[in-house]
């Protein structure tokens, strides 16, 4: 019952973080950490955020379908927004397959992945300000709109997101605004780009544990997958509604004020 307990715990961490800009991977760390957890999972981590994507599969489902008509209609705007989506997952891709061992070395490493972890929110949340406070607002826009460059360098940007506790949402929507993206599009942008990135990911963790029979709880993965998706779509729909208000800070801010209380709860641990 308390390994059940604990995977709808992370489960639910996964949900409400995977597309805000706070790190998923790296409060799924920090949970194993405090939850006294013997060590890091990293393909438990990976794998339930499927979940979330999933979700945003779900909600977003008539826009891909609109995209999918597009391609077959050879439809400029629905080819643009593929390459988009491809041009921001190609540097992580590669990437990946280049330093997957070594990500998971860092995930696994006792007390030294929750104290990247902890450092990398507070270093993210002053980033998020600086950029929040000097990049000037830009015009609407839409995936479909936007320039190879623009896409490619976000995907660059990206690829900070390996170290634990950057966010891949955080960093790629602040990738986004800092080249001149509005912020309602930079957010979609990172929805989109969160597909190919995870299932990537995921069939790269399965892939990597094949021969380690019994590592894999996949019960486990399963029962975090569906309470992922479940509170996912929740949270897609409210983050939208606060980032149209208010912006990226206040996610900022709650970086800030984690990471230090991780650190602190760490060193009392």
Not at 39 to 49: P, R, S
Request: charged share 15%.
């Amino acid at each position: 019952m308390n390994d059940l307990l604990i995977t709808i715990l992370l489960g639910i961490v996964e949900g409400v973080t995977e597309f805000l800009p706070v790190s998923s991977t790296g409060h799924l760390v920090l949970a194993g950490a405090l939850l006294g957890l013997k060590e890091a999972d990293a393909t438990f981590d990976i794998v339930i955020q499927l979940g979330a994507i999933l979700a945003v599969i779900v909600l977003f489902w008539r826009r891909f379908l609109k995209v999918g008509e597009g391609l077959l209609r050879r439809d400029p705007a629905a080819i643009r927004f593929t390459r988009n989506v491809l041009l921001g997952f190609l540097p992580s891709a590669v990437v990946g397959a280049i330093a997957y061992s070594s990500i998971r070395k860092v995930l696994e490493a006792p007390g030294i992945g929750p104290t990247v972890v902890a450092v990398a929110l507070i270093v993210g949340g002053i980033a998020i300000l600086f950029i929040e406070r000097t990049v000037p607002p830009a015009p609407k826009s839409e995936v479909e709109t936007m320039s190879w460059r623009v896409a490619l360098g976000i995907g660059v940007v990206q690829c900070i997101s390996m170290i634990p506790g950057v966010s891949r949402s955080g960093a790629t929507i602040m990738g986004a605004r800092a080249m001149r993206v509005d912020q309602e599009t930079a957010a979609e942008y990172s929805f989109f780009l969160a597909i190919p990135t995870m299932l990537g990911a995921t069939t790269l963790a399965l892939w990597k544990s094949r021969d380690l029979p019994g590592h894999v709880d996949y019960g486990a993965i399963a029962i975090g997958f569906v309470v992922a998706f479940i509170v996912a779509l929740l949270v897609i729909r409210w983050f939208m509604g606060v980032v149209t208000k208010h912006g990226f800070a206040p996610f900022a801010w709650y970086r800030i004020v984690a990471g230090t209380l991780a650190l602190i709860l760490l060193a009392l641990h």
